[in-house]
T-cell receptor, first 115, second 113 residues
């Protein structure tokens, strides 16, 4: 069965620190990978996505992620975090089952940035 | 930016009741997917509708059902509510029923007492 694992449940950093959030997936087919962010009181928003091509993907707000096929990983990075990055981050893989584009999400990583 | 709207924003029901949640997809999107997000968890896929037909279903019992209308808006119906149905219900729309990016609405928070 398809699954996504996010290694860190809660990460606490100071402003200007570098960030890396881990994501590993289990899916045998062609993968499309996503990172979504959920700011407090707001809806899920797309940070970035990988469909094909360059495995290093750049998203909004200075985030990037690298797809490493051999490791089944899609880790999220940001060189210098800001207080406004405080949010819940979800990694997801797109599994197409019986024609349905089903997003399988990890359980999320809560990121707290201290000013 | 998403354009996906959901109603109501919050809802309180008692065990055994029925509930209907509504979703309007982003303009031009013909596919709607529904997800359940329990507290502290990632969203879980319930089902997807494409051109008014169910187009895939997750591990949810038949008391979770849905509809999609000609304007591509959608409803999620849950019968015989259980306490564990308390969650945030998310609707997401996409352009096609394939490998397309899904855009999420703000969700409906359901509390079952």
């Amino acid at each position: 069965a398809q699954s996504v694992s996010q290694h860190n449940h809660h990460v606490i950093l100071s402003e200007a620190a570098s960030l890396e959030l881990g994501c590993n997936y289990s899916y045998g087919g062609t993968v499309n990978l996503f990172w979504y962010v959920q700011y407090p009181g707001q809806h899920l928003q797309l940070l970035l996505k990988y469909f094909s091509g360059d495995p290093l993907v750049k998203g909004i707000k200075g985030f990037e992620a690298e797809f490493i096929k051999s490791k089944f990983s899609f880790n999220l990075r940001k060189p210098s975090v800001q207080w406004s990055d405080t949010a819940e981050y979800f990694c997801a893989v797109n599994a197409v089952i019986q024609g349905a584009q089903k997003l399988v999400f990890g359980q999320g990583t809560r990121l707290t940035i201290n000013p | 930016e998403t354009g996906v709207t959901q109603s109501p924003t919050h809802l309180i029901k008692t065990r055994g009741q029925q509930v209907t949640l509504r979703c309007s997809s982003q303009s031009g999107h013909n596919t709607v997917s529904w997800y359940q997000q329990a507290l502290g968890q990632g969203p879980q896929f319930i089902f997807q509708y494409y051109r008014e037909e169910e187009n895939g279903r997750g591990n949810f019992p038949p008391r979770f059902s849905g509809l999609q209308f000609p304007n591509y808006s959608s409803e999620l119906n849950v019968n015989a509510l259980e306490l564990d149905d308390s969650a945030l219900y998310l609707c997401a729309s996409s352009l096609l029923a394939g490998t397309e990016t899904q855009y999420f609405g703000p969700g409906t928070r359901l509390l079952v007492l």
